[in-house]
């Protein structure tokens, strides 16, 4: 499975400003992002910046990392610099269509 | 009851009608697939499919080719709705990996095979008197691409509630998924009712029991078409409030 550029970048920045391994990263932001129902396919940037800013913070906190809230504000911060790879034609996009004006 | 059970039937044909030609229209401007695929899905399989095989099957005093036709061009119906509603299982819900690819081309060529089977077979006007042969089976291919649908679809609204919390999704389309993981789910039902009765030759159309389970779950349908497609203003509110209210 692909994973979207937002997933990575999360990740590597969560290795990189806490103690936690490669795996131990990964894994963390795999379960936030299933905690907020969303997949490491197909997580778009707006999607990963609510996760980091509701989600995250708890999670780094449940794995005893300290100041957790400060380290997502960072990883945010960079995330918003990062063009979208995920893709648009997502299962909710069509169902938010089906329903729309037939002209 | 027969009167209750042609009427509810006769609803359900006509909502899938209306819902497939909007989503139709609605293909047509946005040039999508998904949309297209729903569409012609629920128009030939759930719009045409049944009514054409209930004529060829019930309406005997018509001449033999005439109910052979038609049971053919409900079985073409059959075939391609099914397959739609397969392709779109797999485009929407799992557009990457092998697996949902294998099942889609599985599922057309079973249902190819026992058409095929049917034709070089026993043939359609027997099918048409007797409602036997290969393509008794499709029911059951059918009701395997329901529950497909039904698991799909009933994945993400567990996903879309979770993101509903967190404010990532949209209350509307959250509520459109589960009432079309519901729309599956008794669609799922009917055909596997009745294909455990056509694999146990039991006859089931036109009987009290058939009749029954013909009206409810049309009516069932019929709710769930407009609920998800056509929704009214009313129950759109309703659905905002109740999703602002447990915010």
């Not at chain 1, 969560?14 to 490491?40: D, H, I, N």
């Given at each position: 499975?692909s994973e979207s550029?937002?997933f990575t970048?999360?990740?590597s920045?969560l290795e ?12 963390t932001?795999?379960l ?12 778009r940037n707006?999607?990963m910046?609510v ?6 913070p708890?999670?780094?906190?449940s794995?005893?990392?300290?100041s957790?809230?400060e380290?997502?504000r960072?990883i945010?911060?960079k995330?918003?610099?990062v063009?979208d790879?995920?893709?648009?034609q997502t299962?909710?996009a069509?169902?938010?269509r089906l ?5 | 009851?027969?009167i209750v ?5 006769l609803?359900?044909v006509?909502?899938c009608?209306?819902?497939?030609v909007?989503?139709?229209l ?11 695929l729903?569409g012609l899905g629920?128009?030939?399989a759930?719009?045409l ?5 209930a004529?060829?099957r ?9 109910r052979a036709?038609?049971v053919?061009a409900?079985a ?6 099914m397959s739609?509603i ?12 092998a ?8 599922s057309?060529g079973?249902?190819?095979g026992i ?8 043939g359609?006007?027997h ?5 036997r ?15 497909w ?9 567990a996903?879309?509630?979770?993101r509903l ?9 959250t509520?459109?998924m589960?009432?079309?993981?519901l729309?599956?789910s008794?669609s ?6 009745f294909?455990?009765f056509q ?6 159309a ?5 009749l029954?389970?013909?009206?409810a779950v049309?009516?069932?349908?019929s709710l769930f078409l407009?609920?998800a497609f056509v929704?009214p ?8 409030r109740?999703a602002?209210?447990?915010a």
């Amino acid at each position: 499975m692909s994973e979207s550029r937002a997933f990575t970048l999360v990740c590597s920045e969560l290795e990189q400003l806490t103690r936690m391994t490669r795996l131990e990263a990964r894994g963390t932001v795999r379960l936030a992002l299933k905690e907020a129902g969303l997949t490491v396919d197909a997580v778009r940037n707006a999607e990963m910046l609510v996760v980091l800013k509701k989600v995250m913070p708890q999670e780094l906190a449940s794995r005893g990392v300290a100041s957790g809230e400060e380290i997502c504000r960072t990883i945010a911060a960079k995330l918003a610099g990062v063009a979208d790879s995920a893709p648009d034609q997502t299962p909710e996009a069509v169902f938010g269509r089906l329903a729309g004006e037939a002209r | 009851m027969q009167i209750v059970a042609a009427l509810a039937g006769l609803l359900s044909v006509v909502f899938c009608w209306v819902v497939s030609v909007r989503l139709l229209l609605l293909a047509r401007r946005t040039r999508q697939a998904p949309e297209l695929l729903i569409g012609l899905g629920l128009l030939l399989a759930g719009g045409l499919w049944s009514p054409l095989m209930a004529v060829g099957r019930q309406a005997t005093t018509l001449p033999d080719a005439l109910r052979a036709a038609l049971v053919i061009a409900g079985a073409l119906c059959g075939l391609c709705g099914m397959s739609c509603i397969a392709i779109f299982n797999w485009r929407v819900f799992r557009p990457s990996g092998a697996l949902p690819v294998v099942l889609v081309l599985a599922s057309i060529g079973a249902l190819v095979g026992i058409a095929a089977a049917q034709t070089l077979g026993p043939g359609w006007l027997h099918f048409a008197r007797e409602e036997r042969g290969p393509w008794t089976n499709a029911s059951a291919l059918g009701a395997a691409i329901y529950l497909w649908s039904c698991i799909e679809a009933g994945r993400q609204h567990a996903m879309l509630k979770r993101r509903l919390r967190i404010g990532l999704a949209d209350p509307v389309v959250t509520d459109r998924m589960r009432i079309f993981t519901l729309l599956m789910s008794s669609s799922f039902f009917a055909s596997s009712v009745f294909a455990v009765f056509q694999t146990l030759h039991i006859p089931v159309a036109g009987t009290t029991l058939g009749l029954w389970l013909t009206a409810a779950v049309s009516i069932l349908i019929s709710l769930f078409l407009c609920l998800a497609f056509v929704p009214p203003a009313g129950y759109l509110d309703l659905v905002r409030r109740r999703a602002a209210a447990e915010a």
